[in-house]
Nanobody, 124 residues
Framework: QVQLVESGGGLVQTGGSLRLSCAAS????????IGWFRQAPGKEREIVAA????????RYSDSFKGRFTISRDNAKNTVYLQMNSLKPEDTAVYYC?????????????????WGQGTQVTISS
């Protein structure tokens, strides 16, 4: 089991940047995938990006390629989401989650451990 705590959300203007952090309660091992998801009011939760702890391979939803970057710090057991060129439609609660699936997955249903979420609001 792993507990995840997100931080770094807030209110920024259109075009601004934010870096979200996801800190794990224990050492993250290679078999885990850490994903960033978001959920806007009235919409389903969607994948933003994910990183395979072992090897560091990444995947992005097409909507965020080029603007968002996921990365990890092994020593700190922390995953980051750097968000640039933010738009009002990026306003949502952002969650990080962990999947123990043996394969790299971005499916919400395969993530068993979730943080409490952090609010990101982009003003126009």
């Amino acid at each position: 089991q792993v507990q995840l705590v997100e931080s770094g959300g807030g209110l920024v203007q259109t075009g601004g940047s934010l870096r979200l952090s996801c800190a794990a309660s224990r050492r993250i091992f290679g078999s885990l995938t850490i994903g960033w998801f978001r959920q806007a009011p009235g919409k389903e939760r969607e994948i933003v990006a994910a990183i395979r702890w072992s090897g560091g391979s990444t995947r992005y939803s097409d909507s965020f390629k080029g603007r968002f970057t996921i990365s990890r710090d092994n020593a700190k057991n922390t995953v980051y989401l750097q968000m640039n060129s933010l738009k009002p439609e990026d306003t949502a609660v952002y969650y990080c989650a962990a999947s123990e699936a043996a394969f790299f997955t971005t499916e919400v249903r395969r993530y068993a451990y979730w943080g409490q979420g952090t609010q990101v609001t982009i003003s126009s």
